[in-house]
């Protein structure tokens, strides 16, 4: 029995989680927590360095730290709720709470699928149009396109959300059976008729991905064909080395969320789905910052370089300064 539920109407959720893994919830609590500290250190750090070196602060390293700040919204959104949901079997979440998770998550995620696809734009006009980059891709154009990418983020998912909150949540069905508030799950569990909702939510995920799926691929056809003509073997694999960083994180981030949002709700098993939504919640997050920062050569150089100053800093902090009298005698 679910503490606290009304049969009439509902207020509160009960989260699931991975209730198949019950006898090792200590285990993937610690795992979780160590990805998740990971994920936060390696996205604060990214962020830190762009906002502090000049010479990182052009559109690239611009867009990718954005990218960390949707990451670490999303990661912030899931994960704490999740460690609660694991270390107790289970929890209550608000009906508030559960619409706001929603929002956030959705909000964060959409954003970073709008970021990846500015970014391909941005890779392209430096590998095809070397020669107007400076003049195109300007810091005002950048913050434009950034704003745009937040936006509409935001436009699209409070659409969404209202779709969801005026939905009916009555009698029994309260058993979130995900380790978060996701829109599957909700609206399995509504006493509303969702088959429109369903249609329109397919129909808006689909343009949007398959909008953004075509102009990355097209971006990338102009990329490996300007490569292509590069005479010098250097500069072939310099060239393949900056795109195929976001090439990778593309691929993780939109196969994952086309796999769960673009085909039907209820096709899919929740194990399935608990499955997909790690990828993008937590394992894309993950290997965003280990994929942008050590193959990134230029990032590898000035990590190192301020972590050799924190140390100078640190050591010379323990040395105890020499008594006055001492150097007066000398």
């Not at 070196?53 to 990661?75: E, N, R, V």
């Not at 289970?90 to 998550?105: D, E, N, Y």
């Not at 095809?128 to 436009?155: N, Q």
Request: glycine share 4%; charged share 10%; proline share 3%.
């Amino acid at each position: 029995m679910i503490p606290g539920h009304n049969l009439s109407s509902v207020n509160e959720f009960f989260i699931v989680g991975f209730e198949h893994l019950q006898s090792f919830r200590i285990v993937l609590f610690l795992l979780l927590l160590l990805i998740y500290t990971a994920i936060l250190a390696g996205n604060l750090l990214i962020i830190l360095l762009v906002s502090t070196t000049a010479c990182l602060q052009i559109p690239m390293y611009l867009f990718l730290s954005q990218l960390s700040l949707s990451d670490i919204i999303l990661t912030s959104t899931i994960c704490p709720n999740t460690l609660l949901v694991i270390i107790n079997d289970g929890s209550t979440i608000s009906k508030v709470g559960c619409l706001t998770q929603l929002f956030a998550f959705s909000m964060s995620m959409v954003t970073e699928c709008l970021l990846l696809t500015v970014m391909s734009y941005d890779r392209y006009v430096a590998i095809c149009k070397p020669m107007h980059y400076v003049t195109t891709v300007t810091l005002t154009f950048c913050v434009r396109l950034i704003s745009f990418c937040w936006v509409s983020g935001s436009l699209l998912t409070t659409f969404a959300t209202a779709l969801i909150s005026a939905l009916d949540f009555c009698g029994s069905n309260v058993v979130v059976n995900h380790f978060f508030c996701d829109y599957g799950p909700l609206l399995q569990l509504s006493c509303s008729d969702t088959s429109d909702l369903e249609t329109i939510v397919v129909i808006i995920t689909t343009h949007e991905m398959s909008i953004e799926t075509m102009f990355i691929f097209s971006t990338y056809v102009c990329i490996v064909r300007s490569i292509q003509k590069i005479s010098t073997t250097t500069g072939k694999e310099k060239a393949f080395s900056t795109c195929s960083s976001h090439l990778t994180v593309v691929c993780m981030c939109f196969g994952s969320l086309i796999a769960i949002y673009v085909s039907p709700f209820g096709k899919k098993t929740s194990t399935i789905n608990k499955i997909l939504s790690l990828l993008y919640t937590v394992v894309t997050p993950l290997l965003n910052p280990i994929i942008y920062s050590l193959k990134n050569r230029e990032m590898r150089i000035i990590i190192v370089k301020r972590f050799n100053q924190l140390r100078q800093i640190l050591s010379s902090s323990h040395r105890f300064p020499e008594p006055r009298r001492i150097r007066e005698m000398r």
